[in-house]
């Protein structure tokens, strides 16, 4: 059996846990051991997806529950951490995953496709930091092997270092993300709880469905990727599952690239 971090006794919440990278994530974490809130849009086809990864925690033998929340809105972020702390008696660890894209030339895009990315991309992942540092206070750090009192995982994008045109929102968002983690990452390391990032690259999921569908596509995509192949969400899952076991202790502030090199500026292999 491949190894799997260990997180028997916590609890995980998963934003847009429902597909995609949260999907793998909340997967994950409960393969490992602890009990996962996956939280959906109040959709109906995000709601249906989210039952569909909690029957199969529970499957696997895992503990999960489903909770509907815009994580762009004050209210149902709270909301969401009281299903935590009703359903599981608090959280441990907050994996910051939901994010969107709204594509557009910047001499096209709206106000509305800028607000939206930034909110949910952004806004978001501080709301959902917030309400888990309010619940990760006053609780004592465990010790040793549980050494922090609470972790955060935004996963962010290559987009945080990498500039993308025609998603302008995208890329500000992601590079917010970037020093939003750092700051909190030095504003909460005497509390003991540990920030960190994930990068994902391209992985195969709906969000960039465009990019390898077609033979076409997945072949211009895969000259961006030195490793030669598209990521999967449980490539990012299992860096995600390690950030957040006691396995990663001494690490706080830093951002994890799991793209198969797509950062190591590829065209300059040979050139230049
Ligand atoms: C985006 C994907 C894109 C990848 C690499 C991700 O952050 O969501 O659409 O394929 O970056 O460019």
């Known amino acids: 059996m491949r190894h799997v971090a260990d997180l028997s006794g916590r609890v995980a919440v998963v934003t847009g846990a429902n597909s995609g990278i949260g999907r793998g994530v909340a997967l994950e974490l409960a393969a490992a051991g602890a009990r996962v809130v996956v939280n959906h849009r109040p959709e109906e086809d995000s709601r249906r997806r ?20 815009d994580i762009s809105r004050e209210d149902d972020v709270e909301q969401l951490f009281r299903v935590a702390r009703d359903h599981f008696q608090g959280v441990d660890i ?11 030339a910047i001499q096209d895009m709206t106000l509305a496709q800028w607000q939206r990315v ?6 978001g992942q501080f709301l959902c930091s917030r309400a888990a540092v309010r619940a990760f206070l006053g ?23 990498i500039p993308w045109a025609f998603q302008a ?8 993300v970037s020093l939003l983690m750092q700051s909190l990452a030095q504003e909460l390391a005497p509390m003991k709880i540990r920030v960190n990032s994930v990068a994902p ?6 969000i960039n469905a465009p990019a390898w569908n077609t033979p076409e ?12 192949r598209i990521g999967e969400p449980e490539d990012v899952a299992r860096a995600v599952a390690w950030l ?22 590829p065209a300059f292999r040979g050139a230049g």
Do not use: C
Not at 247 to 260: C, E, H, I, P, R
């Open 201 to 206: 690259g391209a992985i195969r999921t709906p």
């Open 118 to 123: 930034i909110d949910v991309n952004l806004t």
């Open 50 to 69: 989210a039952a569909e990864v909690v029957d199969a925690i529970a499957q696997a033998g895992g503990a999960a529950v489903a909770a509907a929340a």
């Open 217 to 228: 596509s997945l072949a211009a995509l895969l000259k961006l990727i030195p490793y030669g």
């Open 139 to 161: 609780r004592q750090p465990k010790p040793p092997p549980d050494a922090a009192a609470g972790k955060i995982i935004f996963i962010s994008s290559v987009h945080e270092v």
């Open 94 to 104: 907050l994996v910051n995953n939901a994010g969107i894209e709204q594509p557009a």
């Open 169 to 176: 929102n995208y890329a500000a968002s992601k590079g917010g």
């Open 244 to 265: 957040a076991s006691d396995d990663s202790d001494y690490v706080t502030g830093s951002t994890l690239f799991v793209d198969g090199g797509m950062t190591l500026y």
